[in-house]
């Protein structure tokens, strides 16, 4: 299973800066996680003003920070 992992900073302070990942509800392909990924990762962004998407990518659900 993937995870859409979006890197975010703060707006009113570009260095705090940290991943957030947002959990796919089936079971995709790497190809298809990145084709859905756009609304979810839209929807986020609308949902947290204060944050800003400098990146995105899908991975493993259980990956971890590195």
Same mark, same amino acid.
């Given at each position: 299973?993937? &995870?859409?992992?979006v890197?975010?900073?703060?707006?009113s302070?570009?260095?705090?800066?940290?991943?957030e990942?947002?959990?796919?509800?089936?079971?995709?392909?790497?190809?298809q996680c990145?084709?859905?990924a756009?609304p979810?990762? &839209?929807q986020?962004?609308g949902e947290?003003?204060n944050?800003?998407?400098?990146?995105?990518?899908?991975?493993? &659900?259980?990956?971890?920070d590195?």
């Amino acid at each position: 299973m993937f &995870a859409i992992i979006v890197s975010v900073c703060l707006i009113s302070d570009p260095a705090i800066c940290h991943d957030e990942r947002i959990p796919q509800r089936v079971s995709a392909s790497p190809r298809q996680c990145m084709m859905s990924a756009v609304p979810y990762v &839209a929807q986020w962004n609308g949902e947290h003003p204060n944050w800003r998407v400098v990146r995105w990518r899908c991975g493993s &659900a259980d990956e971890r920070d590195i």
